[in-house]
């Protein structure tokens, strides 16, 4: 995949069309009684999206692999609790609304037939597929997410901000490195090490035991990145509290391999796609055909408006 020049927009598709499900009510449904009501959402926050922020190229990125084997191999407890238990279709399958799994293949069918590109990639998730269009871009980089992990790709050198909704995607916080230092205080390549030290539960990433958020921010300002505090840990005139040295030494094995599960991968063989945003369908009978089976209506029509002017 070659570097796009313009304003390059990525989409957490997943992340998003789980907020439109849980906002959007079941209510809202096909002519048959299937529920569309993460469908006909995300095409709504996909139209706004593009009408407020005109990019030039759009990409949908997918989880082809929500927990990449590589990923546990190095960390066990990694996304663990999110396997669904005997119920589950398979092996490491995520637990999801059993009315929401159903409109997957119906999104996907209808961003195809928009011509809106979509893409995963075996073995990684949606967040290292953002990771390597973000590396490789060539203009400015809106990733549109409501995942906070993806803060760790905001760079104002390279004009890369997070737009993270907060009600929709008509009220999206605009993540820049301004914003992380007041919030966090590290900018974006320090979000990364500050989130493995802190650990994340909902990852089941354990973190290192006695250190928050507030105390790791405070170690990164003073010893610069998670090397340094590493560095700083085996100088005994480095200040760390005793209680920090034994916690940061102990946690060694698990701060060795964090940085690789932690940080999105950026070098992910993505498929030579065409990212612009299209004016035209790309099947228009298909998406005829899925519009009245589906019945979106008008979240098609407004999505199919905003495209073309």
Same mark, same amino acid.
């Given at each position: 995949?070659?570097?796009?020049?313009?304003? @390059?927009?990525?989409?957490?598709?997943?992340?998003?069309?789980?907020?439109?499900?849980?906002?959007?009510?079941?209510?809202?449904? =096909?002519? %048959?009684?299937?529920?569309?009501? +993460?469908?006909?959402?995300?095409?709504?926050?996909?139209?706004?999206?593009?009408? %407020?922020?005109? /990019?030039?190229?759009?990409?949908?990125?997918?989880? !082809?692999?929500?927990?990449?084997?590589?990923?546990? *191999?190095?960390?066990?407890?990694?996304?663990?609790?999110?396997?669904?238990?005997?119920?589950? !279709?398979?092996?490491?399958? *995520?637990?999801?609304?059993?009315?929401?799994?159903?409109?997957? /293949?119906?999104?996907?069918?209808?961003?195809? +037939?928009?011509?809106?590109?979509?893409?995963?990639?075996?073995?990684?998730? =949606?967040?290292?597929?953002?990771?390597?269009?973000?590396?490789?871009?060539?203009?400015?980089?809106?990733?549109?997410?409501?995942?906070?992990?993806?803060?760790?790709?905001?760079?104002?050198?390279?004009?890369?901000?997070? &737009?993270?909704?907060?009600?929709?995607?008509?009220?999206?916080?605009?993540?820049?490195?301004?914003?992380?230092?007041?919030?966090? #205080?590290?900018?974006?390549? #320090?979000?990364?090490?500050? =989130?493995?030290?802190?650990?994340? /539960?909902?990852?089941?990433?354990? #973190?290192?035991?006695?250190? #928050?958020?507030?105390?790791?921010?405070?170690?990164? +300002? *003073?010893?610069?990145?998670?090397?340094?505090?590493?560095?700083?840990?085996?100088?005994?005139?480095?200040?760390?509290?005793?209680?920090?040295?034994?916690?940061?030494?102990?946690?060694?094995?698990? &701060?060795?391999?964090?940085?690789?599960?932690?940080?999105? +991968?950026?070098?992910? $063989?993505? $498929?030579?796609?065409?990212?612009?945003?299209?004016?035209? $369908?790309?099947?228009?009978?298909?998406?005829?055909?899925?519009?009245?089976?589906?019945? @979106?209506?008008?979240?098609?029509?407004?999505?199919?408006?905003?495209?073309? !002017?």
């Amino acid at each position: 995949m070659r570097g796009v020049t313009g304003r @390059l927009m990525l989409l957490d598709t997943a992340s998003l069309y789980f907020r439109a499900y849980f906002g959007v009510p079941e209510s809202v449904k =096909a002519p %048959d009684g299937t529920p569309v009501n +993460a469908v006909r959402g995300l095409l709504e926050f996909i139209d706004r999206l593009v009408k %407020d922020h005109r /990019p030039d190229h759009l990409v949908a990125c997918m989880d !082809a692999d929500w927990r990449p084997q590589w990923r546990v *191999e190095l960390i066990p407890s990694y996304k663990a609790h999110r396997v669904a238990e005997e119920h589950a !279709a398979g092996p490491d399958e *995520e637990e999801v609304p059993d009315t929401l799994s159903p409109q997957v /293949p119906i999104i996907e069918a209808v961003l195809d +037939a928009l011509g809106i590109a979509r893409v995963g990639v075996a073995e990684y998730e =949606a967040d290292d597929v953002i990771g390597t269009f973000t590396a490789r871009a060539k203009g400015p980089v809106d990733i549109v997410t409501g995942d906070r992990d993806l803060y760790q790709l905001v760079d104002d050198v390279r004009e890369v901000r997070v &737009l993270y909704p907060l009600k929709g995607v008509g009220s999206l916080q605009l993540t820049d490195e301004a914003w992380l230092r007041e919030k966090y #205080g590290v900018d974006g390549k #320090g979000y990364a090490d500050l =989130a493995l030290l802190r650990g994340d /539960p909902s990852d089941g990433l354990p #973190g290192v035991p006695g250190i #928050g958020e507030k105390t790791a921010a405070k170690l990164l +300002a *003073e010893f610069g990145d998670l090397a340094g505090i590493l560095a700083a840990v085996d100088d005994p005139k480095a200040k760390l509290t005793p209680a920090q040295r034994k916690r940061l030494g102990e946690s060694r094995p698990y &701060l060795a391999v964090a940085p690789k599960v932690v940080r999105v +991968a950026d070098d992910v $063989p993505l $498929p030579d796609v065409d990212t612009v945003v299209p004016r035209t $369908p790309r099947d228009p009978a298909a998406l005829e055909e899925l519009a009245s089976r589906w019945g @979106l209506g008008g979240s098609l029509q407004r999505l199919l408006a905003t495209l073309v !002017a």
